[in-house]
């Protein structure tokens, strides 16, 4: 295979492209979707095939097959050659692809117990105790849903550079959603646990707990009040802390959001954008993490980024083209969905590094506030700045004192306002949620977290 696909690079370059890359895949994978005690989905998927890029003049061309012949691939090679050279002649803006280090790499990612190794049904009947388990913890317990994804994938990745790698990957990811419903009131409670690696993730108590876990919450919603609205200080726990770095300043700080002008961060390089505590990192390169890797879909090496050093804004996540335009190296932040769709800009881990506060030393300082806890789903307008986040739970500050719990609590704000009010973080770091996030028709596996983080000025909102 990798002979095949050297050769294919040497066509494209004869055929004129300036620059040329490849990725071949073998994947395969397993999902099962559980809901209300009913198996919806049961699907096993092999997908294989190749995609190819052409780069001519500043335009780039795409194609791909899922035939694995030379014949097969040389058309597309064709096609993505033809289609670089056709869009040329509409290209508003010319630039060459500066050469990156070539790499020469294999590695395929440990694990104990390969999923494809485990039986359909041991899978369908983990997924289905899930289920089970939302539903024995409450009669209120009114609908639910347990889902389960593994995905082992080869692939094999060259370029022009003279880059030739094979990466093997392994990831799960479980999840359960559990509604509650009483007296007119709905609430909704989740969990996830995902990773590299393999089935021995989905032996671990943590696992076979998920079901339990958002049944509970979804519950203690139900009992609480609705959250009163206005402007409070609030202490964000390591979840609604990850989904800030990730939704508000991780895709802001992704180089072609930038170069499309729609990143409130455009021409803030080297500027404060927040406060001299924050510190904010993208790492792909964190063992054990589901958003690790260690090579791109470019092939270039991953490496940690610091997007922001003491509140300076100090670099952006970079692919070969946004490098190149931009002037700096490119960084390893490159990924595809899968081998029919092109490679774009995409997070990994990413975090708010820690403090040197206790989080009871946070809650003890608080006056008046809120305790965040958790969150759900978040809306960011990049160009413009402005986020709004729903979170799991909220829980009333008094003076030092955690009272009253709330439900139906979101925040929203200005990106630039709100990390410039961040009054201390605490030392209790963690990784707190792996999911899938979404970009371009296009989903990736990524994590983010921090520590208990305490922000003034937030303005909270209730959602009926």
Known sequence: ???????????????????????????????IVVMDGRTK????????????????GGAWGFASTNTLTRTSLRQATEAAVDLAKAAKAKAKLEFEIVHAKPVRRKEVYRCRERAADVAIEDKLAYV???DKSMKALDQRISSTSARYDDLEADRVVAN??????????????????AWARSEGVAQRGHASLGNVGGYELMRR???????????????????????PAGKFTC?????????????????????DSVLASSSVLEGKMGKRVASEDISLIDDPTIPSTFGYFSLDWEGVGAKRHALIEDGVLVGYMHNLESSSRMGVRPNGSSRAQAFNSPPIIRMSNTYIAGGDWKKEELIEELRHGLLIQGSQYGYVETAKGQFMFKCDEAYQVDRGEVGQRYRDASLSGVILDVLKNVKGLADDFMLADAGYCGKGAQTARTTDGGPHMCVSDMVVGGLA
Not at 48 to 56: E, Y
Not at 235 to 255: P, Q, V, Y
Request: aromatic share 4%; charged share 25%; hydrophobic share 45%.
């Open 1 to 31: 295979m990798e002979d095949l696909a050297e050769g294919i690079i040497k066509h494209a370059q004869k055929l004129g492209a300036e620059f040329a890359d490849l990725r071949i895949e073998n994947a395969s994978g397993t999902t």
């Open 41 to 56: 989905a049961m699907t096993t998927s092999v997908e294989t095939g190749c995609g190819i890029r052409a780069f001519v």
């Open 205 to 227: 108590e943590s696992a076979e707990r998920l079901g339990v876990e958002a049944a509970e919450q979804a519950i203690r919603l139900l009992d609480s009040k609705p959250v």
């Open 235 to 255: 202490i964000l726990d390591n979840k609604m802390t990850g989904m800030l770095a990730h939704e508000a300043f991780g895709h802001a700080c992704e180089a």
């Open 128 to 130: 289905l105790g899930l």
């Open 160 to 177: 022009s550079f003279g880059t030739l790698s094979r990466i093997t990957e392994r990831w799960l990811i479980s999840a359960c959603s």
